[in-house]
């Protein structure tokens, strides 16, 4: 089979076939079935000699119906992907917390299925979230307090948020935040508004005007939720002033907005799990 020392069949994003999943003792604990086990680590760590890289990292994922709210990266626990099969697409959803290590002998000793595949903007997707774990961009703590401090009439306004992401399902690739235009500000009383602005960025290569037309809808609906959750007719803005939320194609975003915007991931307000990181924009 494989050489061991200098291994170039398997790529990063390659999936094991089924009988290699099984004899590997790799099954998803819930849905043992539709287990589909994804090699993660780097092409160059995979091509690396054994003794130097000894061993190699696959996620345990498993088959969905469809994409949903996850997709794109939009979170940095949980990713929905499309793999490639003759068939057509089909969904994956891969667990940050279902990382496993293998051995290379033991992978090497293996082939990747040939019946299901990652694109190349697959690949590049599955790279991006798997740096946002441990790279996030960061957000003001009193900015972020803000937020999760808000209510509105039945939930909060991060659960109302997060109902806005996945209600874009796959059509959505991320919120972008203009926040203080760029300023790092640790803001106190209620009338020092934090100036926000939102781009809700959506697939211009995957059905473009049912995406543009989720976009604005999901915009449409920020912008009643930011009224409803920080704006008083009696007052004015209080704590967060949203200046615009506009949808955007993500062929027409330059260069220049992606160096200035954040992009926002819901997972990161929350401690329950995981303490927050730091997180990437792309």
Not at 156 to 161: Q, R, S
């Amino acid at each position: 089979m494989a050489d061991t020392d200098r291994q170039f069949s398997w790529r990063q994003g390659d999936a094991l076939t089924d009988e290699a999943a099984k004899a590997l003792n790799l099954q998803h604990p819930e849905n043992a079935g539709g287990t589909v086990v994804v090699v993660i680590s780097h092409d160059c760590d995979l091509t690396a000699v054994a003794d130097r890289e000894p061993e190699s990292e696959v996620i345990v994922g498993q088959r969905i119906d469809r994409l949903g709210g996850d997709s794109y990266g939009k979170t940095a626990r949980r990713l929905h992907i499309e793999y490639q099969t003759a068939a057509g697409p089909v969904a994956l959803e891969l667990m940050a917390t279902a990382k496993r290590p293998i051995s290379k002998p033991a992978l090497f000793a293996t082939d990747p299925r040939q019946d299901m595949w990652l694109d190349g903007r697959g690949v590049a997707i599955l790279q991006r979230w798997l740096a946002a774990r441990y790279y996030r961009a960061a957000f003001p703590e009193a900015f972020e307090d803000r937020l999760r401090a808000a209510n509105i009439l039945k939930g909060t306004f991060l659960k109302k948020l997060e109902s806005v992401l996945v209600g874009g399902g796959d059509h959505i690739r991320a919120l972008l935040f203009d926040l203080d235009g760029g300023e790092d500000v640790e803001r106190e009383a209620p009338e020092d508004l934090y100036q926000l602005g939102i781009m809700v960025l959506y697939d211009s290569l995957r059905d473009e005007p049912t995406a543009a037309a989720a976009a604005k809808k999901a915009a449409e609906k920020l912008e009643e939720l930011f009224y409803a959750a920080f704006y008083l007719p009696s007052v004015g803005w209080q704590n967060i002033c949203l200046k615009y939320c506009d949808p955007i194609s993500d062929s027409a975003i330059t260069v220049a907005e992606r160096e200035i915007l954040k992009q926002w991931r819901l997972e990161h307000m929350s401690l329950q799990d995981d303490p927050p990181q730091p997180m990437i924009t792309y």
